[in-house]
T-cell receptor, first 112, second 114 residues
Framework: GQNIDQPTEMTATEGAIVQINCTYQ??????LFWYQQHAGEAPTFLSY????GLEEKGRFSSFLSRSKGYSYLLLKELQMKDSASYLC?????????????FGKGTKLSVIP | EAGVVQSPRYKIIEKKQPVAFWCNPI?????LYWYRQNLGQGPELLIR????????DSQLPKDRFSAERLKGVDSTLKIQPAELGDSAVYLC????????????FGPGTRLTVL
């Protein structure tokens, strides 16, 4: 089975740094995606980690530890437009390699 | 490059009525997905197409839901008859090839069943 856990809501201040955690338990695993979803809009791709370690992409970074079943998304220099839901999704392996299992999403509110 | 296109964006119907959603994937993307996203939840896969073939429809409630992708490009998802519990956002996504890493999502159709 698949189980993805992430916090429901977080609040952070404009200009600050926030870390959104995700833990997963999956029967097959071949990578971890992060998507951003503004209210009423499509999820948009942020990052994909398949190897352990930190991937940096501008203000956003994503980390994966396969041995711990753990990932986080790090957002630096927060801007008001970063207020959105952040979805963690585990990618299956083998015959399920196309399949993404999503968490419920973390709603981030950035305040002035 | 145009993204995934879906229509309509919003639909309100009464229960027991039929409804259909349309999706046009990114040009050249062979794999197409339909997801359902309930309020406060992540998307859940309903069906996956490789070209015109439905290769995974195990999560599709087949008593009332149907889908087609006749020419391997556009796709339609239908619900007949709709129930109150079908109220959700229906998302379409596409990816370039089988097992490709990144899925690109459309804006979704928000369905309200009264």
């Amino acid at each position: 089975g698949q189980n993805i856990d992430q916090p429901t809501e977080m609040t952070a201040t404009e200009g600050a740094i926030v870390q959104i955690n995700c833990t997963y338990q999956t029967s097959g695993f071949n990578g971890l995606f992060w998507y951003q979803q503004h209210a009423g809009e499509a999820p948009t791709f942020l990052s994909y980690n398949v190897l352990d370690g930190l991937e940096e992409k501008g203000r956003f970074s994503s980390f994966l530890s396969r041995s711990k079943g753990y990932s986080y998304l790090l957002l630096k220099e927060l801007q008001m437009k970063d207020s959105a839901s952040y979805l963690c999704a585990a990618k299956g392996s083998g015959a399920g390699s196309y399949q993404l299992t999503f968490g419920k999403g973390t709603k981030l509110s950035v305040i002035p | 490059e145009a993204g995934v296109v879906q229509s309509p964006r919003y639909k309100i119907i009464e229960k027991k009525q039929p409804v259909a959603f349309w999706c046009n994937p990114i040009s050249g993307h062979n794999t197409l997905y339909w997801y359902r996203q309930n309020l406060g939840q992540g998307p859940e896969l309903l069906i996956r197409y490789e070209n015109e073939e439905a290769v995974d429809d195990s999560q599709l409630p087949k008593d009332r839901f149907s889908a087609e992708r006749l020419k391997g490009v556009d796709s339609t998802l239908k619900i007949q008859p709709a129930e109150l519990g079908d109220s959700a956002v229906y998302l379409c996504a596409s990816s370039p090839r089988q097992g490709s890493d990144t899925q690109y999502f459309g804006p979704g159709t928000r369905l309200t069943v009264l």
